[in-house]
């Protein structure tokens, strides 16, 4: 069963615009992690925040987390045509006792050159 | 250093046949989880192993099985094969560290 639910599902913007990307979840987690996908491919790993954590850095991502409301989002900033992919959230829930990523239905982002 | 592994990258077989799917993770994880994708259903947990023993498995009909071996790679197995099962399969490996998992480029199945 899936837990994130990303929103927008699809999003379009210029080069050189920022992307926010929303995510909101069901349970309580240890983490959330975002991963990206171009083309049915693999998922790459793009950044993890803890639950004890509400912010945090990568390059041109930022992320955040506020448990209380059972949401994250993800923000790239000064987006390039290379970032045209497919974004999901995936959360670990707290309950299980493994690392078993839940993930979100996954946001389809274009950048236009 | 190496990434995950999968092979094969594609494959097509008949229903009522059974597949294995391979991989292998980066050396030095000893965490592998399976995850199947299609468009209808998305991204769904299969099984994670740790050390040889599965961890936690996914909501899937017995028909679904894996195992992992001592050196860590690891197999995943559907017998009797449905059209329902044409997805790709993606594995992930995970050290340690909690720094997310790495994945594979995956296996595309298609059942006809």
């Known amino acids: 069963s899936q837990q994130g639910e990303e929103d927008p599902q699809a999003l379009s913007i210029q080069e050189g615009e920022n992307a926010t990307m929303n995510c909101s979840y069901k349970t309580s987690i240890n983490n959330l992690q975002w991963y990206r996908q171009n083309s049915g491919r693999g998922l790459v790993h793009l950044i993890l925040?803890?639950?004890?954590?509400r912010e945090k850095h990568s390059g041109r991502l930022r992320v955040t987390l506020d448990t209380s409301k059972k949401s994250s989002s993800l923000l790239i900033t000064a987006s390039r045509a290379a970032d045209t992919a497919s974004y999901f959230c995936a959360t670990v829930p707290s309950q299980g006792g493994s690392e078993k990523l839940v993930f979100g239905k996954g946001m389809k982002l274009t950048v236009n050159p | 250093k190496a990434g995950v592994t999968q092979t094969p990258r594609y494959l097509i077989k008949t229903r009522g046949q059974q597949v294995t799917l391979s991989c292998s993770p980066i050396s030095g994880h000893r965490s592998v989880s399976w995850y199947q994708q299609t468009p209808g259903q998305g991204l769904q947990f299969l099984f994670e192993?740790?050390?040889?023993?599965?961890?936690n498995k996914g909501n899937f009909p017995g028909r679904f099985s894996g195992r992992q071996f001592s050196n860590s790679r690891s197999e995943m197995n559907v017998s009797t094969l449905e059209l329902g099962d044409s997805a790709l399969y993606l594995c992930a490996s995970s050290g340690i560290q909690l720094g997310g998992y790495t994945f594979g480029s995956g296996t595309r199945l298609t059942v006809v």
């Open positions: 925040i803890r639950s004890n954590e």
């Open positions: 192993y740790f050390s040889e023993t599965q961890r």
